[in-house]
């Protein structure tokens, strides 16, 4: 059993407020053998700036220093990569630093460049982040990412990092799902949504029309997960800016109110201990007592169906926005949908629904743009972008992409940001007859979740309008 | 003599690791052409041999060709968590960062081994040894606060299931390969090639 300090559990306070003003972002794709990474990096970049109707030229004058986030120098064989990037953004002499954490390297950029406007270093950051996993065979670019397992204990046992997640996938879908075929479908039904609405994304690397039959007649990677349960692995860049409060208006009538927390938990999922489940605002103890009765075999928390990390980062990022109840503070949430399973456990991780109950955010339709069961608006749409099962996992890249696609939302500029045709044509893609607007109407308040490996790193970003800030009551 | 044959080893004298023989191969690298016979890029092939170090977690894996299963216990009176028994061995311990008892638990693994999770999978990485499809199994032991990952030689798996660990003895491999478990009152017969039960 582990514990806590009180000193641990802290509210992070900021010196000052920070405020995102933009983002960008490349085309995502398997492969982008036409294009080298500086130059997807370019993209990127140029769309942050053309996002706030400023020249590549006029937005590098703001900006201070650089956080550049790259999970596997492996796949491009080229170490300090991120100088290269510099160097072709023609952003010397600024300082700048490679933030890598695997899966959460996205969020935890976005971290490192928050916390350099907070405390006053920067007044504006770039935080930009990619990955290129195209450049080795599939099987080669499996083995590199299982380098980030534990490379004496599992690396060995198989080089496949979707074995070491397929494990916690088993016991979730024993002990919370039942080995009910029923969640078997709700599982489905995220990968349906998810490539669905990579549909409505020009920069999608996986869109795809699907039914729920077709997620579960595709090929088992490891029972109870199928080809389609699993995200991509994809090339592309994504970058945000972040400012302080003077600096973002200068440059944006609208900024948005920024909030970063980060947590961890043990690399090997195999050095996880037993802990009480460490509780957000809005839950009860209570809710917990019972939990092995309704759910043999659940009792050992955080498990391997529980992620501390994201409990963690989503407790702290919470009490710094003011966050209460997600489900009802919050307009949108961007997840990090390695797999289909793992998406449901971090719906109870970051307390959208209590443990055990995570098919319900699904089952109730409350996860979807327009909720099936009823017509109208669902109660929180997740991973509207298309997630990494639909739109992209360029690793380094995705958690910032997530932050821009919610931005996006509450900027209200979601559909002017996915329905040009011109962006369409440029990234050589057709936009479908049927596509759909997917903006969140009225989005106030976005969170998004960026994790690493079988739940090593995880951060919790959480963007707010200014307009409509929340009172801090849990901290 | 090939290639593999001439391939370096590496021993530590004088406290420093002292490599002999071949620990990279050069071959020229080709181009990469379009559809339209236009330059895209070059392969880059390389063959390198790297060295890796043990440290304190050398009597775990040097321990498996003899039949034994160590972890470590805490047995700092001022630790938070005095008592507590890691495997994965660790030698310091994570709360209190002095440096941890080891413990034998290779009784422990034959009496209380059962699965706490499993997968199998026919989907594997480069590089990868292991036979096909891959039975992954976490075991968790009576009286050890971590699970261990694992991959099973004989039978399906199931949660629950008792399981014995095995060891590599003959032609060890010093990795965590060495190590594998079977359901328990598996015959020594059916043994994979080269694997026993504990001594």
Request: aromatic share 10%.
């Amino acid at each position: 059993m582990i514990t806590f300090s009180k000193r641990q559990l802290k509210i992070p306070e900021m010196s000052k407020p920070v405020y995102m003003v933009t983002g960008g972002m490349s085309k995502f794709g398997r492969a982008i053998p036409e294009k080298r990474i500086e130059e997807l990096a370019i993209d990127a970049f140029t769309e942050a700036a053309e996002f706030i109707d400023k020249t590549p030229a006029e937005l590098k004058k703001y900006i201070h220093s650089c956080y550049y986030g790259h999970f596997a120098d492996h796949f491009g064989d080229q170490l300090l990569g991120e100088a290269l990037i510099h160097d072709r953004l023609g952003l010397d002499p600024l300082g700048n630093v490679g933030i890598k954490t695997g899966g959460a390297t996205g969020g935890s950029t976005m971290w490192e460049a928050f916390k350099a406007v907070a405390s006053g270093y920067s007044d504006c950051v770039l935080a930009m982040g990619w990955e290129r996993m195209d450049e080795v065979p599939t099987d080669e670019g499996n083995h590199y990412i299982s380098c980030a397992a534990d490379k004496d204990w599992e690396t060995p046992l198989g080089h496949i990092y979707t074995g070491y997640y397929a494990v916690m996938a088993q016991k979730y879908w024993q002990v919370f799902g039942k080995s009910e075929d029923s969640f078997r479908k709700t599982m489905a039904e995220i990968a349906v949504k998810n490539r669905g609405y990579a549909r409505m994304n020009p920069h999608a690397h996986g869109p795809m029309k699907i039914t729920v039959e077709d997620v579960l007649n595709s090929p088992v990677v490891a029972f109870p997960l199928r080809a389609l349960d699993c995200c991509l692995m994809s090339v592309g860049v994504a970058c945000a800016i972040f400012c302080d409060e003077k600096t973002a208006f200068e440059l944006s009538d609208n900024p948005l109110l920024v909030y970063i927390a980060a947590g961890s938990h043990t690399l090997r999922a195999a050095d996880r201990r037993h802990m009480e489940i460490p509780l957000l605002t809005h839950e009860s103890a209570e809710k917990y007592r019972d939990l092995n009765d309704r759910f043999p075999g659940g009792d050992r928390y955080p498990g391997f169906t529980g992620f501390l990390a994201a409990r963690m980062a989503a407790y702290y990022a919470y009490g710094m926005a003011g966050v209460y109840d997600p489900t009802e503070d919050l307009d949108l949430v961007e997840l990090h949908d390695a797999f289909t399973i793992s998406d449901i456990q971090t719906y109870e991780d970051i307390g959208i629904r209590p443990y055990g109950e995570g098919r319900t955010y699904v089952e109730s339709g409350d996860c979807y743009h327009t909720n099936p069961h009823t017509g109208k608006p669902g109660k929180l749409p997740a991973n509207l972008s298309g997630g990494l099962i639909g739109n992209m996992h360029a690793v380094g890249a995705t958690g910032i992409m997530q932050a821009v696609e919610v931005g996006q939302h509450i900027w209200g500029r979601w559909a002017e940001m996915h329905e040009n045709q011109k962006k369409w044509d440029d990234f050589g893609r057709t936009k479908p007859g049927d596509w759909q607007n997917l903006q969140v109407m009225g989005a106030k308040r976005g969170l998004a979740i960026s994790h690493a490996g079988v739940g090593s790193h995880v951060t919790a970003t959480i963007l707010v309008h200014p307009d409509h800030q929340l009172e801090r009551r849990n901290s | 003599m090939t290639n593999l044959e001439k391939r370096g080893t590496v021993k530590v004298i004088n406290g420093r690791y002292r490599p002999n023989g071949n620990f990279h191969y050069i071959y020229p690298n080709t181009p990469i052409y379009s559809d339209s016979g236009e330059l895209m890029g070059v392969t880059n092939p390389r063959d390198i041999t790297h060295i890796h170090t043990y440290g304190g977690e050398a009597h775990f894996f040097s321990s498996l060709k003899d039949g034994q299963l160590w972890g470590t216990r805490c047995d700092n009176p001022a630790c938070e968590h005095t008592g507590t028994v890691n495997l994965p061995y660790k030698t310091y311990c994570p709360d209190c960062l002095k440096k941890a008892t080891p413990v034998n638990l290779t009784a422990v693994a034959n009496s209380t081994a059962k699965v706490h999770t499993f997968m199998v999978t026919e989907r594997t990485g480069a590089f990868n040894t292991l036979e096909k499809p891959v039975r992954f199994i976490n075991i968790e032991f009576y009286g050890v606060a971590t699970i261990l990952m694992g991959y099973l030689s004989i039978g399906e798996p199931k949660i629950g299931m008792r399981v014995v660990p095995i060891f590599r003895m003959l032609d060890p491999t010093f990795t965590i390969l060495d190590l594998s478990w079977v359901p328990e009152e598996t015959p020594s017969e059916n043994l994979p090639s080269g694997f026993s039960f504990s001594k």
